[in-house]
């Protein structure tokens, strides 16, 4: 089953992908780890973009994509997340593969927002919490496992955060209509062992 994980951030999208991925067996492709695991000739590449702070473009981003499927862990299938993130990013995984289904955790932007900013880390240990869902420390200045104090992420403030859901709503939206025809939708607003639930009854 090779399947496509979309939904904002906030939505559990990653920590949904990793648990299905488990579930089903298939490995959970994130562009990050694409991104880390490139080797030889197109791992020089990236690092050139990354390093000068650039977006690593499409097509470069798609070949890594299409050595990794190749390999003997994606015979079953494959889980996706991160890409495509945009219509050229659909078109050009359309000349490598067929996707089955699409997966949409959705979230609105009220509770997106809330949820990123209760996004807090321990400063000695780095354990992370949130202060509005789970896993909530049990006082919301000091970690639980340390005592440190619970400083937000830095790039979790409020203009940040709206700017990445812009950017969502523009880019990424637009391709859940080119997949109508495969979409589930999941909302995205409930516990994670339900979100889980739900996505694997969806598949069955
Ligand atoms: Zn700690």
Redesign the pocket.
Known sequence: MKLIFIGPQGSGKGTQAEIISEELGIPHISTGDLFREAEGEVKGQVDLYMQSGKLVPDELTLKILKQRISQPDCKKGFILDGFPRNINQVNLLKTITEIDKVIEITLSDFEALKRLEGRVS?E??K?GYNLFTEPKPKNPLH?D????RLVRRDDDNEQAIKKRLEIYHKETEPILNEYKDILIKINGEQNIEKITQDILKALR
């Open positions: 321990c000695k240990c354990e970690c496992l340390c005592g440190g």
